[in-house]
């Protein structure tokens, strides 16, 4: 299939914008390399046990008892 390309007038616009929202801060900056957690090995392994043994979910329970908005979210 082939590829479809933008009218030449609303790739202007489009690229207008990029470069506004660029020099806003809006975008987020290309990904540099493989991905790595903030977390160090020792929270990871502590918030796995957390959702293993049921915490997350009560807690989340909790949340969602507290605030019954946020149960139909």
């Known amino acids: ?20 929202a660029a020099e806003m801060g809006e975008l987020r900056p290309r990904r540099i390399g493989a991905y790595r957690s903030p977390f160090t090995d020792e929270a990871r392994a502590i918030v796995a046990e957390w959702k293993r043994d049921g915490g997350y979910e009560r807690a989340l329970d909790e949340i969602a008892a507290s605030d019954p908005d946020l149960a139909v979210q």
């Open 1 to 20: 299939m082939p590829r479809q390309s933008l009218d030449p007038e609303l790739a202007a616009v489009v690229e207008r914008g990029r470069k506004l």
